[in-house]
């Protein structure tokens, strides 16, 4: 989970989907109201993980039922979303994506 790196609190994962769902790239802490951004490494990671459900999509190349692509959309989606609070880490700074 991520900690903020001011207050040093740790923040359940309800706290960090609830934080993390805006369109902003920086993130409030719910402690002591300070802006905290993802790391470049976290982003690059998440990056990574957005593509598992993906996959679904070149499965639909090698004639795959539907129902398991579509089965494979909806469990990877699901498992990006409760990996993504894991993944996350906080700084102070603001860093550029490349």
């Known amino acids: 989970m991520p900690t903020c790196q001011h207050c040093h609190q740790r923040w359940t994962w309800k706290q960090t989907m609830k934080t993390t769902t805006t369109i902003d790239t920086a993130y409030i802490c719910p402690y002591c109201e300070e802006k905290q951004y993802a790391t470049k490494k976290?982003?690059?990671k998440f990056y990574f993980l957005?593509?598992?459900?993906?996959?679904?999509?070149?499965?639909n190349l090698f004639n795959i039922p539907m129902w398991?692509?579509?089965?494979?959309l909806i469990l990877g989606s699901i498992a990006v979303?409760?990996?993504?609070?894991?993944?996350l880490k906080l700084t102070n700074k603001e860093e550029f994506f490349f």
Not at 50 to 59: D, F, G, N, S, Y
Not at 81 to 87: D, I, T
């Open 50 to 59: 957005t593509l598992i459900p993906l996959i679904a999509l070149l499965l």
């Open 68 to 72: 398991f692509i579509f089965s494979w």
């Open 81 to 87: 979303l409760s990996l993504f609070p894991a993944v």
């Open 42 to 44: 976290s982003r690059t």
